[in-house]
């Protein structure tokens, strides 16, 4: 019997807490700050892994494209602060990224499976929220945030897909099932900033 594909929902440790989405529905414009920064920050790990594995150019291809869109959706997202006065600000990093990659494995191959296991799991975290989100925004953003769950979905298949051609001998379900426990307690903890990737917010 087949295993059924992991999708964007089950491969998660633990649903968003309704409190952070409480706080991020009243507070979009705050969000939409940090998610213009999550959409460059991710095209840059897809550059940075394009680097760290040239040898792999299936991985290297697939990554580019996953880039270029990425910006589009940087594009995208400071068009819509525009339209909606929003204000570009500078913020300080969430904790969310660097904590998730400081369980990375050092060696190889096990950190490259690592990093595209994170991707996949910081993906499908992006795919949940904007999916709890849209129907809580007033429009245009809430029609836009439909939009990019579908996106993000076909990116977290890509890490998964990628992860799984990298392993070989490794568990990788085995070391999914590790790394999203650690992405949840960082997404269901107190947390004093809204971030798009925040745990549970405490200043709202």
């Not at 213009?36 to 790990?45: F, G, I, L, R």
């Not at 580019?64 to 570009?88: D, G, K, S, W, Y």
């Not at 990659?101 to 929220?129: F, N, Q, T, Y």
Request: aromatic share 6%.
């Amino acid at each position: 019997m087949s295993t059924p594909p992991e999708t964007a929902t089950t491969i998660l440790a633990a649903p968003t807490p309704a409190a952070w989405v409480d706080a991020a529905a009243g507070h979009w414009r705050s969000l939409l700050t940090d998610h213009a920064n999550c959409e460059k920050k991710a095209a840059s790990t897809a550059l940075a892994l394009i680097f760290a594995y040239p040898e792999d150019i299936a991985l290297g291809v697939a990554l580019a494209r996953l880039a270029r869109e990425e910006l589009r959706h940087f594009e995208q997202v400071v068009r819509m602060m525009q339209q909606l006065e929003v204000p570009f600000e500078r913020q300080k990093p969430g904790r969310y990224a660097s904590a998730l990659r400081r369980h990375a494995a050092s060696a190889e191959p096990r950190r490259k499976v690592d990093l595209l296991l994170m991707g996949a799991l910081i993906e499908a975290r992006s795919c949940e929220r904007f999916r709890l989100l849209a129907p809580r925004l007033p429009a245009p953003l809430g029609d836009f945030y439909a939009d990019l769950e579908r996106a993000e979905a076909r990116h977290h298949e890509l890490y998964l897909e990628h992860a799984q051609a990298s392993a070989g001998d490794i568990d990788w379900r085995g070391r999914l099932r590790q790394l999203a426990q650690v992405e949840a307690e960082l997404v269901t903890a107190p947390e004093p900033v809204l971030r798009f990737h925040s745990g549970t917010i405490s200043i709202f």
